[in-house]
């Protein structure tokens, strides 16, 4: 609760998705895009009608079984009504049960992952507050390891050119792009609603002017990819819409083009790189009698071979630059189309000249492009983790399934704690995970699950203990991203929904029960807090000689402006300059093209170069289409889908799948019909809409609306809002990444013949 009454007028504010201004009339917010910011995104639309929206959790509530008879397993999570003790209760009751798993069986019972987005202010972190609490109240967690977005990249990466911060956040800038490239081409694209979004915020939209002035100055965008709008019209793109997973034989076929063409560049090769003769061995088919020729992977991915050697001849005429979204790599063996365009763009020679070379998921976030600050923001302290088992992020299920069970991870061989409590703040499972049916029976094992969110989410509603956390428009908060100049005075715009309390609060609470509330808190209240933290940035300002403001001007002003690193290509093209002096953080200190490490773990699914590896799931007979669950264009994955921005999007409050006119013809589909889409792990509804901008055989369904499970007892029940995550494939990349294959999987869809039911996923649970 907030002791003074909020300031009248606009606050300034940040979200993940933009700078604005908010002011609160006590129902609607009025949002107002930060005057600097050239295109701003209409995610902003989400906030107006959110903060009091019924989805909002506004009290504590406990499973009723859960408060009845204790903890332990049980299929009723998500199946039953809630209670809504006292905060005080609640709270006395969740510090005992931490405290009796902490006693009974140590902090390696504990899942503290808690995987997600949250919000942009940088000390309410939820991430960062879950896991100092953690930290500080049992010593520790299990903790999980890379994310969803980057799971195989992550891995692979750092074996191929070293680390990730140099590839996409220190290499190649918008500028770059505008004054240097020729041609792009972009692996999966570079949507603009993607760019929309940095974690910690962006206040300047960059991406629409600066893909426009590049293709006025001459830039060809090339698309590969499944989906056309995948680039804007501005960009003016040629679209190959390779077969969905096939990019692998294109690149290898981009790279032998180059090698028998004499076009690939010798030179760098041999001083920058390690590896390219074992490459070039599987490149010409001297050990499995298969050339990687154009016409080779013409027929696996439907892009014609003349295409396909053009392509190559073009990228060796000019500048030229690589991108890969990140989606292609969330599916099965995704270590592969990131090694391999790696390897194509070093046979190009041109990494780490301006605007050339390789830029991984250029166009993915607003965080790539741009220059980093010269100056730390603001950070909150996590402490020190005493457990020292963790998981790849997206192994989630298979841990709770199967404690005790090893598995292989980047050359490890580990094994599945055994887990009895998970406690999730600021990300949302039921979102981001995949075979959601499976999720839910591994949530089934668990003797506590305990959920801390500001809405009413499908984890939520799986959850024994559902605790009320603020949005961030009701709190003082610092935004800022190590990629943004803006560091926003998040100001206060409105009081808490119903009881709702700040994720510091809840877990000092937590900490004082358990007796280690100054360990915690340190004694600073979240104000302090805020100043304390901000002094970080200050000082690194005034050690630079630069106008360094207090705390008390930056908050009154608003906003302040960080310094940035020159737009010099960074530690890549100090690598192109002098590989010897400046060594890339690899075990040659070059570019592997094969990798004598990764060789080393001897996994089929990773070899050690990069190779053509088709999925093990593949359309058939039952399930002809291939399904795109890619990011939604009108929101940020799950959070705010109830606003007002996200809910234009729908029909009738329905997600909307996108089938090509071929498609829906075939099976009798019409315009706004509602439709099953189906596989073997599930079923769901969503709305037809027509187009033509996906390849015939694919369909497009978004991911983030919150997974609706029509109310019956069965393993399967129908989703009846359209969350795609009930039919992707809960498996990992390949053992040495374990990472998520959520982008895409097979199925089919029909109409719905009988009346559709109605979507509740927005409804609080009986008894809430
Ligand atoms: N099929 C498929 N699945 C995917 C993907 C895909 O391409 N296809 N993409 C994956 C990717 S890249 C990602 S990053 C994940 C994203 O997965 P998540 O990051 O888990 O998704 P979000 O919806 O952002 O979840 C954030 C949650 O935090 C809550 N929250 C916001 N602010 C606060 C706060 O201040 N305090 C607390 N306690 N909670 C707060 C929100 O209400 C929301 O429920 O999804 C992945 N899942
Ligand atoms: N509006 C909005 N923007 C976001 C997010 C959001 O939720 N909403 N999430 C943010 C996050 S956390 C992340 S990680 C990034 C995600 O960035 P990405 O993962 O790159 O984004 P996606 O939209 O999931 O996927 C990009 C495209 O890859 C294409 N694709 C899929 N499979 C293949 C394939 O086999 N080959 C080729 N060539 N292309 C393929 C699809 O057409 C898809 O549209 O986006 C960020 N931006
Ligand atoms: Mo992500």
Redesign the pocket.
Known sequence: MPDQPLPAGPQPHSAHWGAFSAQWDGKQLAVTPHPADPAPSP?LGNFTDTLRHKARILRPAVRRGWLERGPGPTNRRGREDFVAPPWDEVLDRLAAELTRVKAQHGPQAVYGGSYG?SSAGRFHHAQSQIHRFMNVALGGYVRSVNS???GASQVILPHVMGSLETLFRRNVTWAQIEQHTDIILC???M?L??S??ASGGVSRHLEPDAIRRARARGTQFVL????RD?LPPQAEAEWLP?A??T?VALMLALCHTLAVEGLHDTGFLATHTTGYAVFERYLMGQDDGQAKDAAWAASLCGIPAETITGLARRLAAGRSLITV????Q??EFGEQPIWASAVLAAMLGQIGLPGGGYSY?LG??GHYGRQVNAVPIPTMPQGTNGVRDFIPVARIADMLLNPGAPFEYNGQHLTYPEIKLVYWAGGNPFHHHQDLNRLREAFARVDTLVVQDNAWTASARHADIVLPATMTLERDDIGAAATDPLLVAMRAAAPPAGEARDDFAIFAGLAARMGVEHAFTEGRDAAQWLRHLYRRTQDALAARGLEAPDFATFWAHGEITLPSEPDDGGPLRAFRTDPAAHPLQTPSGRIEIASEAVAGFGYADCPGHPAWLPSTEQPDARHPLRL?A????T???SQLDFGAYSQSGKRAGREVVRLHPEDAAQRGIAEGDVVRIFNDRGACLAAVCLSDAMAPGVIHLPT?AWYDPEPDPGAQPLCRHGNPNVLTRDLGTSRLAQGSCG??TVAQVARYESTPPPVGAHMPPAGA
């Open positions: 995610i987005w969803y977005s980057a692996f999966g694209g949507a609603k993607n929309m979004i590969v990819g499944p989906i995948d390779a969905v997973g990019d979204a990140h989606g292609l969330r599916a998921a993915a976030m795109i890619n990011q939604p264009a929101r940020l994955h983030g982008q895409t």
